[in-house]
C-alpha cells in the first residue's frame, strides 16, 4: 500500500515559480510510472507532466520549456518544478503512481497564479 502526500502548492504572480513535492509512505522504487496531473474548475483532469522508471519523461504541450518533473527514489519523492506560471496554470495539482497493478492518486494542491 502506497499513500502520496503532496505539498509545494501556494498562490503566486503571473511569471513566478513552485515546486510541487509528492512523497511517498511507502517505496516507489519499483514503480513503472509516476506523473502529475492538474484539474481546473469545470474542467477534465489533464495529464501535466510523467516520468517512467528510465526517466523518460513526457509534458503536456502546455507546460513544455515550462515545468520539469523529476524523482528521487532514495526519497520516495518526486517532484515538478514549475516556472513561468501563467493564470491558465491554476488548478488542484494531483500525484499519480502506478505500482503494478495498483495505482495511487494524491489528495491535491492548490496553485493558483494570479496578481
Known amino acids: 500500500q502506497v499513500q502520496l502526500m503532496e505539498s509545494g502548492g501556494d498562490l503566486v504572480q503571473p511569471g513566478g515559480s513552485l515546486n510541487l513535492s509528492c512523497a511517498a509512505s511507502?517505496?516507489?522504487?519499483?514503480?513503472?510510472?509516476m506523473a502529475w496531473y492538474r484539474q481546473a474548475p469545470e474542467k477534465q483532469r489533464e495529464l501535466v507532466a510523467s516520468i517512467n522508471r528510465l526517466d523518460i519523461t513526457t509534458y503536456a504541450d502546455s507546460v513544455k520549456g515550462r515545468f520539469t518533473i523529476t524523482r528521487d527514489s532514495a526519497k520516495n519523492t518526486v517532484y515538478l518544478q514549475m516556472n513561468s506560471l501563467k493564470p491558465e496554470d491554476t488548478a488542484v495539482y494531483y500525484c499519480y503512481v502506478v505500482v503494478l497493478p495498483e495505482t495511487y492518486w494524491g489528495q491535491g494542491t492548490q496553485v493558483t497564479v494570479s496578481s
Open positions: 511507502g517505496s516507489i522504487f519499483s514503480s513503472t510510472l
